[in-house]
């Protein structure tokens, strides 16, 4: 069964403090995995998409990495505007729709 | 360019009353997707249309949910009669040439919070 998991649920941070946040997938023919932020009352804002494993994408502080079993979405030196939940989701050949991952809740104190 | 834009933003309403929510895909987008977003389930998919046509409905909980996609611009998802435990954060989102024809990133409206009392 295709799955999602991602750790931690939650993670406070002072500004300037980096560190990662992780999706763990179990999917059968990964075809696209999907990095999403979301801040209160909107919706899901796309980041990235990664395709295969070794592949690497960056947008200002926000880096993610892949793996054929994880993602990280590693943040350098994060600023308060950072602070949002952090949603991961895979596609795979076995189901033509987004499997989700419950979120990351990050806060970045200033 | 605009986004995916879903009105109202907010619905209050009785139970037993009639919703309905709208959406406006993301012009040229030929897939359209509604989700549902709760505390404790997360995002769920609850239909999803291809060139205007249904394609998997398996998400809807029961026949009381409804959604149509007259044209490539208007989706509407309906809830008659309406209950408490539809009370969520309805979303609708567009992508192009995703699921089985590629995995192109959807794209999400700001949602419509719906509290049914």
């Known amino acids: 069964e295709d799955q999602v998991t991602q750790s931690p649920e939650a993670l406070r941070l002072q500004e300037g403090e980096s560190s990662s946040l992780n999706c763990s997938y179990t999917v059968s023919g990964l075809r696209g995995l999907f990095w999403y932020r979301q801040d209160p009352g909107k919706g899901p804002e796309f980041l990235f998409t990664l395709y295969s494993a070794g592949e690497e994408k960056e947008k200002e502080r926000l880096k993610a990495t892949l793996t054929k079993k994880e993602s990280f979405l590693h943040i350098t030196a994060p600023k308060p505007e950072d602070s949002a939940t952090y949603l991961c989701a895979v596609l795979g050949d076995s189901n033509y729709q987004l499997i989700w991952g419950a979120g990351t809740k990050l806060i970045i104190k200033p | 360019d605009a986004g995916v834009i879903q009105s109202p933003r907010h619905e209050v309403t009785e139970m037993g009353q009639e919703v309905t929510l709208r959406c406006k895909p993301i012009?040229?987008?030929?897939?359209l997707f509604w989700y549902r977003q709760t505390m404790m389930r997360g995002l769920e998919l609850l239909i999803y249309?291809?060139?205007?046509?249904?394609?998997?409905d398996s998400g809807m909980p029961e026949d009381r949910f409804s959604a149509k996609m007259p044209n490539a611009s208007f989706s509407t998802l309906k809830i008659q009669p309406s209950e408490p435990r539809d009370s969520a954060v309805y979303f609708c989102a567009s992508s192009v040439g995703t699921g089985r024809s590629g995995n192109q990133p959807q794209h999400f409206g700001d949602g419509t919070r719906l509290s049914i009392l």
């Open positions: 012009s040229g987008h030929d897939y």
């Open positions: 249309f291809n060139n205007n046509v249904p394609i998997d």
